[in-house]
């Protein structure tokens, strides 16, 4: 098992420009996750899916957009980008809801310039 | 809003001892709470956690303790290793466990 993968590792945008953020688990977990950790900040919860065509949002969701067509992928779009949005963006997984762990890919970094 | 607090950036030990990390939480809705080990370039990775319906947890070196009245826990790491050096984050959820909050993490280092 590979576990949570997340692409690009690394990325840098220049002002309005848009992207996304993939992120993919083999654990075929239900429950997906967006973060984004700020320095100095604990992570931030930006949008969740419970399943396939199931997405809500999280505590700081303005800016982005997700989308969950199979239960292995859930990308994070960046439509506009701005300078605020530079981060380390963390995807996770957790199998259902009675488990309580969430399991975490390795991370996006992000500078918006 | 930070609903979860470390209030420690840092942490340094040495190798053998104790280390004691702190965190302290605001919203009595949370009820259950875990801690995250989290190495440079890696993402974060569950280590222990403990139900509110509990006072203590061990596993292994590793054990957390949960005082409900002050909104407060602590990680234990007995015997203090090298290898444990590493950013430790206190998250905390409520039932559903959809809205989990993260402190800002523990810096630890222990030194051989």
């Known amino acids: 098992n590979a576990g949570v993968t997340q692409t690009p590792k690394f990325r840098i945008l220049k002002i309005g420009q848009s992207m996304t953020l993939q992120c993919t688990q083999d654990?075929?977990?239900?429950?997906m996750y967006w973060y984004r950790q700020d320095p100095g900040m604990g992570l931030k919860l930006i949008y969740y899916?419970?399943?396939?065509?199931?997405?809500d949002k999280g505590e700081v969701p303005n800016g982005y957009n997700v989308s969950r067509s199979t239960t292995e992928d859930f990308p994070l779009r960046l439509e506009l980008a701005a300078p605020s949005q530079t981060s380390v963006y963390f995807c996770?997984?957790?199998?259902?809801?009675?488990?309580?762990?969430?399991?975490f890919g390795p991370g996006t970094r992000l500078t918006v310039t | 809003d930070q609903q979860v607090k470390q209030n420690s950036p840092s942490l340094s030990v040495q190798e053998g001892r104790i280390s004691i990390l702190n965190c302290d939480y605001t919203?009595?809705?949370?009820?259950?709470f875990l801690w995250y080990k989290k190495y440079p370039a890696e993402g974060p990775t569950f280590l222990i956690s403990?139900?509110?319906?509990?006072d203590k947890n061990e596993d292994g070196r590793f054990t957390v303790f949960l005082n409900k009245s002050a909104k407060h826990l602590s990680l234990h790491i007995v015997p203090s290793q090298p290898g444990d050096s590493a950013v430790y984050f206190c998250?905390?959820?409520?039932?559903?466990?959809?809205?989990?909050?993260f402190g800002a993490g523990t810096r630890l280092t222990v030194k051989p």
């Open positions: 899916s419970v399943g396939a065509g199931i997405t």
């Open positions: 403990i139900s509110s319906i509990k």
């Open positions: 996770a997984s957790r199998l259902d809801s009675i488990s309580y762990e969430q399991y």
């Open positions: 919203n009595s809705m949370f009820d259950y």
């Open positions: 654990m075929n977990h239900n429950y």
């Open positions: 998250a905390a959820s409520g039932y559903n466990n959809n809205d989990m909050r």
